[in-house]
């Protein structure tokens, strides 16, 4: 099985705090920089699943860094720069307490609650009628916040964000503002690429002079679901499961293998054909949503090439 960067183990100049979330390593260095490392980690459920995932960690930055280039002329966002294919450094900012999830169609977890019987998510109604993968006439937002205990995202809506005073109205008008935006250019990057921006999910921080920004990735594998645009039709008419850029198949392998996250559930081990299988998916869908030929990293020494890459960054700096 090739070699994947699952629990990397630095430490770099003046760095002030460290923090290891289901994906990324987060370091801050001089109380104002961040520097997160994707690692192969892979969580699905809010769980990190046992075994990491060959290149995906620097497919993820690659994709998540090109996404921010593609529409730092819309949306402000942290970036500075990314010294190595695993690596981001930009600026620290205070993270708001919600994240500004896009639907466009009636997939994954919003199928599921439909599926239930819910008619209203996160303070969103739905009509009557739908099937797994309909399109709505127009985006919707439904936000999540982490649940007061766990690490868990929980559904909230527009109107509780408001009254809990999580985010004042000014400030929730501009994410979402900054949401439909960013969702419109991604659906227009996708079509240009015969791909359908399913839905996503956005996070925003604030900088120290008060600015509202993009934080974390964008219109990844990790944070959206894309479907192909030519076959969506007549699969959709014949009631066929969509074919799917996002890691939503390896939810269902997991669902297929008694496994949703909940108490008491085991994580399946992961066969290492189904692991190269995920890591080929994540390939495919950078090569089709850039255009772009996927050069693999060299694993053999990535630790000390990524610190020294973070290094040299700040030296510079």
């Avoid at 600026?91 to 008619?119: D, I, N, P, W």
């Amino acid at each position: 099985m090739l070699k994947s960067l699952t629990y990397p183990d630095l430490k770099f100049t003046n760095q002030t705090d460290f923090y290891q979330g289901k994906v990324r390593n987060v370091y801050t260095l001089n109380n104002d920089i961040l520097v997160m490392i994707a690692s192969d980690r892979l969580s699905a459920f809010d769980v990190v699943l046992p075994q990491g995932i060959p290149q995906k960690g620097q497919i993820l930055n690659t994709l998540a860094t090109y996404m921010l280039d593609k529409t730092k002329d819309l949306v402000p966002n942290w970036l500075i720069s990314s010294p190595h294919p695993n690596v981001s450094i930009g600026h620290k900012c205070e993270a708001f307490k919600v994240e500004m999830v896009v639907r466009q169609y009636l997939t994954g977890h919003a199928a599921r609650e439909y599926k239930s019987g819910k008619r209203v998510l996160c303070g969103v109604s739905l009509p009557e009628g739908l099937k797994e993968h309909d399109k709505f006439e127009k985006p919707i937002i439904t936000p999540t916040t982490k649940a007061e205990q766990g690490d868990h995202d929980m559904d909230i809506s527009k109107e509780e964000i408001l009254a809990q005073g999580i985010v004042s109205r000014e400030d929730y008008d501009m994410l979402e503002d900054y949401s439909l935006k960013l969702f419109e250019r991604g659906t227009e990057i996708a079509k240009a690429q015969g791909l359908l921006l399913v839905d996503t999910k956005y996070e925003f921080g604030k900088t120290p002079e008060g600015e509202i920004v993009v934080i974390d990735e964008i219109h990844t594998p990790d944070s959206s679901r894309y479907f192909y645009a030519d076959t969506y039709q007549e699969r959709q008419a014949k009631g066929l499961g969509q074919k799917q850029l996002s890691k939503e198949f390896v939810r269902e392998w997991l669902m297929e293998h008694n496994f949703q996250g909940k108490e008491g559930q085991k994580v399946p081990e992961l066969p290492e054909e189904f692991i190269n299988h995920v890591t080929d998916r994540y390939i495919e869908l950078y090569e089709k949503i850039t255009a772009q030929s996927f050069s693999r990293e060299n694993y053999t020494s990535i630790e000390a090439d990524i610190y020294n890459a973070v290094e040299n960054f700040l030296k510079n700096y």
